[in-house]
C-alpha cells in the first residue's frame, strides 16, 4: 500500500484536487481537502489510508455530479412549467382574460358613464332621421303597384308604433338616468350627512360642575382657536370659582363697638398708655384694647410693661398705638382687605389725614432726613416691619434716647409700642412702603416739638 | 435526491446501487441499524448522506478507469460487510 501517511503525499494529485463538504451526523460540517482532514467521527476515517483516498475521490465527484444533476432537474422542471403553460389550451387561460376585464372595471364609474354616454349620444341624435327613413321606406313599399293589397294593408305604417316604441325607449332612458343620476345624487348627500353628523357629533368632554356659574363644555371636534377660547373661559371660570371660595372664607368681621376710639385718637394724636393699667382697667377703651389689641397672654403683657418701665426708667416715654394699618395715600393697593385690622386701619386713616395735613409739610421733610434715613436703613426696622406675628407689639425707636437693649438703636430714647399689621405683604406693600405709612403714622401722632425734636 | 430526479424511475435508487455493486441479493434483506430495521435496499435512507456522493462518483466512474474494478471491489467488500454483519431479522 501507498504510503499517504504524510502530508505531502495525503493531497490528491493536483489535477484531481477536490473538495468535499462532509456533514457530520452531529450537524457538524466541514470541508475536507486532504486525508488529514478528514474528521475522527467520520466513518471512512477507521479505514486504510488508500480507502479513504478513495472514498473523498468518489465523494467529490458524486457531489459534483449531484450538483450538476440537480441545477439540470432544475432549468428541465423551469422549462416543462413554461412549455405546460404556453401550451395551455386559450380556454384555460380565462383568468387573463378576466384581468384584463378587471382592469376595465376598475376604471372609475363616472368615466364609464361619460363614455358611455358620449358614444350613444350620435345614436340618439339619428334616432328621428332613421324614423323619417322607416316612414318612408314603409310608405314607398306599400305604395309600389306590384304590391297586393292585402300585403299593403298588412304592412302597418309603423310609424305610430315606431315612434311610441322610440319615444318608450327614450323614456326609458331617461328615466334610468334620471335614476342614475338621483341614485347617485342620494348617495352622496348621504355620505356627506355622515361626514357632517360625524365631525359635528358632540363627543362631550365631562366638565366637573361648577359652583354658580355654568362651565362652557368643550367639544372634541372644535377647531383649535375654538378650544383656545373655551379653554380661556374655563380658566375665566376657575379664577372666578376660586375668587368666590376666597371671598367666602374673609368673611367681614363683627367690628366691635368702640365708639370713642376714633374721637380719642383725633382728640389725642399721641396716646400714651399705662399698659399694666389698661390691662387692669374697666375702662372700655381698655377692655376693648385687651381683647382686640393686646396679646391675651398676660405674659405678653407684663413683658410689655417691663419694656415701657425700662423706657420710662431711662427717661423714655412709652407710646402705645393700638393699630396700625395700610395708608390709601401711601399705597396704591387695591386688595384693600375687609378684616378687622383693616377697618381699623381705616379708622387710623381718617385720623391721620385729620392731624396729617397739619404734619405733612415736615413729613416731605423728615422723609429725607438724615437721621430719619437713619433709623429707616437699620435693620431694627426691617425686622420690626417684617415680623410676620400679628398682634406682636412692636417698637418703633424715637428721638436720641440710648437704647435699652444692644440691638436697639443707638438714637432711640422713646418707644412706640404698635402691634404689628397683619401682613404687609399680604395687601402688597413692600418695605419701603411701610416705611412710609408708619412713619406717616408717627409722624400724625407726635406732636410738633416731637417732630422737631427727632429731626 | 429522489429517484425521480435521477431519472430512474423504473428502479429504487437503493436497489440500483447495490445492482450496480454486485449486492442485489442482499436488497431485501432486513437489517438492524441504530434507529431501528430497515431493508438493505433502504440503506441510502439510512446513510445516504454520506454514501450516495459515494455511489455517485462511483456510478461518474468510467468502467476504462484503472481505478474502476479496484473501487468497485473495496466497495461491494465494504458496504456487503456493512450490510451482512449486521444481525438478520
Not at chain 1, 332613421?130 to 305604417?157: G, S
Not at chain 1, 371636534?221 to 376666597?246: D, G, M, N, W
Amino acid at each position: 500500500m501507498e504510503n499517504v501517511g504524510q502530508h505531502s503525499d495525503d493531497r490528491f494529485a493536483a489535477e484531481e484536487t477536490v473538495e468535499y463538504h462532509y456533514t457530520a451526523n452531529s450537524g457538524a460540517e466541514y470541508v475536507v481537502e486532504s486525508l488529514d482532514q478528514i474528521p475522527a467521527e467520520c466513518p471512512i476515517k477507521g479505514l486504510p489510508l488508500e480507502a479513504q483516498k478513495m472514498f473523498m475521490k468518489l465523494a467529490a465527484r458524486g457531489v459534483q455530479k449531484l450538483e450538476a444533476k440537480n441545477e439540470e432537474v432544475a432549468k428541465e422542471t423551469t422549462q416543462e412549467v413554461l412549455k405546460t403553460n404556453a401550451e395551455r389550451p386559450e380556454s384555460d387561460q380565462g383568468h387573463k382574460k378576466i384581468v384584463e376585464s378587471q382592469k376595465v372595471t376598475a376604471k372609475a364609474p363616472y368615466e364609464q358613464v361619460s363614455q358611455q354616454r358620449t358614444e350613444s349620444e350620435p345614436v340618439l341624435a339619428r334616432v328621428p332621421e332613421i324614423v323619417v327613413k322607416q316612414e318612408d321606406a314603409v310608405r314607398q313599399i306599400a305604395e309600389r303597384p306590384d304590391m297586393p293589397e292585402t300585403a299593403a294593408t298588412n304592412i302597418e305604417p309603423a310609424t305610430d308604433k315606431t315612434e311610441k316604441r322610440l319615444e318608450t325607449s327614450d323614456t326609458q332612458v331617461i328615466a334610468q338616468q334620471a335614476q342614475a343620476v338621483a341614485t347617485a345624487a342620494e348617495a352622496s348627500r348621504q355620505a356627506l350627512d355622515e361626514v357632517v353628523s360625524e365631525a359635528l357629533e358632540p363627543d362631550l368632554v365631562p366638565v366637573p360642575e361648577v359652583a354658580a356659574k355654568e362651565r362652557p363644555v368643550v367639544q372634541a371636534k372644535q377647531q383649535p382657536s375654538e378650544v383656545f377660547e373655551t379653554a380661556q373661559e374655563l380658566v375665566a371660570a376657575e379664577e372666578i370659582v376660586s375668587t368666590v371660595e376666597v371671598q367666602s372664607e374673609l368673611v367681614p368681621m363683627e367690628l366691635p363697638e368702640v365708639p370713642e376710639f376714633a374721637e380719642a385718637t383725633a382728640e389725642v394724636p399721641v396716646m400714651e398708655l399705662d399698659l399694666a393699667a389698661s390691662y387692669e382697667s374697666d375702662d372700655p377703651f381698655d377692655v376693648w384694647l385687651r381683647e382686640n389689641i393686646m396679646p391675651p397672654s398676660s405674659e405678653v403683657v407684663l413683658e410689655i410693661a417691663d419694656e415701657m418701665a425700662a423706657i420710662e426708667s431711662i427717661g423714655g416715654e412709652a407710646l402705645f398705638v393700638p393699630e396700625i394699618a395700610p395708608i390709601d395715600a401711601v399705597s396704591d393697593t387695591e386688595a384693600v382687605q375687609t378684616t378687622f385690622e383693616q377697618e381699623m386701619a381705616m379708622e387710623a386713616v381718617s385720623t391721620v389725614e385729620e392731624v396729617a395735613p397739619e404734619v405733612l409739610e415736615e413729613l416731605e421733610a423728615l422723609a429725607t432726613h438724615p437721621r430719619i434715613a437713619e433709623v429707616f436703613d437699620t435693620g431694627y426696622w426691617r425686622r420690626v416691619l417684617l415680623a410676620p406675628p400679628k398682634r406682636t407689639p412692636i417698637k418703633l425707636p424715637i428721638g436720641n434716647a440710648e437704647p435699652s437693649r444692644p440691638d436697639d438703636l443707638s438714637i432711640a430714647r422713646e418707644y412706640i409700642w404698635m402691634p404689628s399689621v397683619p401682613d404687609w405683604s399680604a395687601i402688597g406693600y413692600n418695605v419701603s412702603q411701610r416705611l412710609g405709612v408708619l412713619l406717616m403714622y408717627l409722624l400724625a401722632r407726635l406732636p410738633e416739638t416731637r417732630l422737631q425734636q427727632i429731626a | 435526491m429522489s429517484n425521480e430526479q435521477l431519472g430512474r424511475n423504473e428502479e429504487h435508487e437503493g436497489v440500483h446501487y447495490l445492482r450496480l455493486l454486485g449486492l442485489e441479493h442482499l436488497a431485501d434483506r432486513e437489517v438492524a441499524g441504530k434507529n431501528g430495521r430497515f431493508l438493505a435496499k433502504d440503506f441510502l435512507d439510512v446513510c445516504g448522506q454520506h454514501a450516495r456522493p459515494v455511489l455517485v462518483g462511483f456510478e461518474d466512474m468510467s468502467s476504462d478507469d484503472p481505478e474502476y474494478e479496484s473501487t468497485k471491489d473495496f466497495l461491494t467488500h465494504y458496504i456487503g460487510q456493512i450490510l451482512e454483519s449486521h444481525p438478520q431479522a
